[in-house]
């Protein structure tokens, strides 16, 4: 389990940088046309702050399960289908936390899923019920696309399903079965996490299962860290195209002075070998450009209340 | 990105952010919660419930509001990106769910690379005041949608007004070029049952799509409404 050093401040902003690699995988397709988002010319795949919420949601719901900490049905308020691959309405999801969580009719609250679900506190959510509405805004969101902060190879694989499917006239497809995808090769992906931790407060003070007097600041990014690893390390989606991603450090820090709000994204321009296919390349890579970054950030030992690394990941420039 | 008010499944981005949208970035950095959201420090439930029937079931922080109305809340802005260019960007955007064939998923278009020069025209001790919250925000700032978060620096305050060079200029009828609807806080919104008035267009002058000269660089960025005919 991660621990954060003592943190308990309840303003300004704080930053989390999350670094994880995929290995032959297809993280976060476009859904429209169900290739790897990248960026054209530098050839850097990026996916949305909402692929890692939705990682850090199930990472969040293990790190509450394996603690003991609530009902497995109420963990996280965003499971929009059921064991089945059943789609479920906004109403269903509330009354399965309020069945879970024993909330007669008497005692029920239009904020009873902000105040019990774990994750809505650190994402936000917009209650759109007629005559109930209000909206949470997100703690935590990442400052700019998570991103490979290198070029990556990727190649066009075939792929060959079983059994070809039959057409409305029972004739099989000619082109059914088999098809070509892309897939990327190796990236180490970068996300800047900011939580705004006056928000963090606002969404989580009145909070049923994390009461805030007990666990503070501290508490809550603890979860969301711990959470966010396990989502790429014990409990990693377990799709072929998703399970070979795993989580190589994290670091938090509250900057006590004007930052550059430098991108890692352009991390890539100060690289001397844009293409990196390979973990230890990026690690030699991630030594050699983090440092001026951090300090652009100020990060410092002064500053940070979180750092934990991979084995597999000798990051000196954090040490 | 900067949803169209004309646009009724809020998908493709403005240009720019309209003066409600620059309004609403300050009112975030000074704390001003809107009344429906979890940052209001209390909720007046029966209040609401007036406003809900008013029409007005996001109704803008009063606060705010108040604001724009007591410091005459007059703002510039301009593009500073190069060459505009939209994103497509899927959001997990449920507008609705439907159990029997699956969830509605919105594309959004978002603007890449983004960067503004924005001027408020304020008090001395107005503009210190709004610099501060500005460095120091209370609630995350954002830029038109919560997923895309706001980092605003070069904060400075001048004596001088800013040269009519490049600023969005007003057009009331119609708009040649990367326009936004002018939008605007209606400060009297209980009286007229809406939160914001779009008139005619904002409109971003590019690198490639240069503007007009000789408008006015600041707009008045609140506007009243008169009361709707009983």
């Not at chain 1, 300004?12 to 169900?34: K, M, V, W």
């Not at chain 1, 075939?158 to 088999?178: H, Q, T």
């Not at chain 1, 300090?295 to 410092?300: L, V």
């Not at chain 2, 005041?129 to 997923?147: D, V």
């Amino acid at each position: 389990m991660i621990t954060l050093q003592d943190f308990n401040k309840e303003t300004g902003n704080a930053y989390i940088l999350f670094g994880h690699e995929a290995i032959q995988a297809r993280p976060n397709l476009d859904p429209y046309t169900s290739t790897l988002r990248m960026n054209d010319e530098t050839m850097q795949v990026y996916t949305s702050d909402v692929h890692l919420k939705h990682h850090a949601r199930r990472g969040i719901k293990a790190y509450a399960l394996e603690n003991e900490l609530t009902h497995p049905d109420s963990a996280i308020f965003y499971e929009k289908e059921d064991e089945m691959g059943k789609a479920r309405d906004f109403a269903t999801r509330i009354k399965l936390i309020r069945e879970s969580q024993e909330i007669t009719k008497k005692d029920e609250n239009k904020k009873d899923a902000l105040h019990h679900c774990l994750d809505l506190p650190l994402f936000g959510y917009v209650h759109a019920v007629k005559n109930e509405n209000f909206s949470v805004t997100n703690a935590i969101n990442t400052l700019f696309r998570p991103v490979t902060f290198h070029s990556c190879e990727i190649l066009s694989l075939g792929r060959n399903n079983a059994f070809p499917s039959l057409d409305k006239d029972g004739e099989i497809k000619e082109s059914a079965g088999s098809a070509t995808v892309d897939s990327l090769e190796y990236g180490f992906f970068l996300s800047l996490w900011e939580i705004n931790l006056n928000m963090l407060k606002v969404n989580a003070h009145e909070h049923k299962i994390m009461s805030w007097d007990e666990t503070k600041t501290k508490g809550w990014i603890e979860m969301f860290v711990n959470g966010l690893w396990k989502a790429y390390t014990t409990d990693r989606f377990p799709s072929f195209t998703q399970r070979s991603q795993f989580a190589q450090f994290v670091i938090g820090w509250q900057p006590g002075s004007d930052v550059s709000y430098e991108n890692p994204a352009d991390l890539f321009s100060q690289l001397n070998n844009k293409q990196i296919n390979n973990h230890a390349d990026a690690v030699e890579a991630l030594n050699t450009v983090l440092p001026h970054f951090l300090a652009g950030w100020d990060y410092n030992s002064d500053t940070s209340f979180l750092k934990h690394l991979d084995k597999n990941c000798p990051l000196n420039c954090l040490s | 990105m900067w949803r169209n008010p004309y646009e009724s499944m809020g998908s493709f981005s403005c240009l720019g952010p309209a003066p409600s949208n620059i309004a609403g970035l300050i009112g975030a950095a000074l704390g001003f919660a809107s009344p429906k959201s979890q940052g209001a420090e209390s909720h007046d439930e029966k209040a609401l419930k007036k406003l809900d029937k008013k029409g007005l079931p996001w109704s803008v922080s009063p606060e705010l509001l108040q604001w724009q109305s007591d410091n005459d809340y007059h703002v510039a802005c301009r593009w500073m990106g190069d060459h505009p260019k939209r994103r497509p960007w899927n959001v997990n955007g449920c507008k609705d769910l439907d159990p029997v064939n699956d969830n509605l998923r919105m594309q959004q278009q978002i603007i890449e690379q983004p960067r503004y020069e924005v001027a408020l025209k304020l008090s001395d001790e107005e503009a210190d005041r709004i610099a501060k919250a500005l460095r120091e925000p209370k609630f995350p700032l954002s830029l038109g949608a919560s997923f895309c978060r706001a980092i605003i620096t070069n904060i400075s305050i001048e004596n001088e007004e800013p040269q009519r060079d490049n600023w969005a200029y007003w057009e009331t009828v119609f708009a040649v070029g990367d326009a936004t609807p002018l939008s605007r806080h209606i400060i009297n919104a209980e009286d007229a049952g809406e939160r914001i008035k779009s008139d005619g267009f904002w409109v971003y002058p590019t690198k490639y799509q240069p503007g007009e000269l000789g408008h006015e660089t600041f707009v008045k960025g609140y506007c009243f409404a008169e009361e709707p005919e009983k």
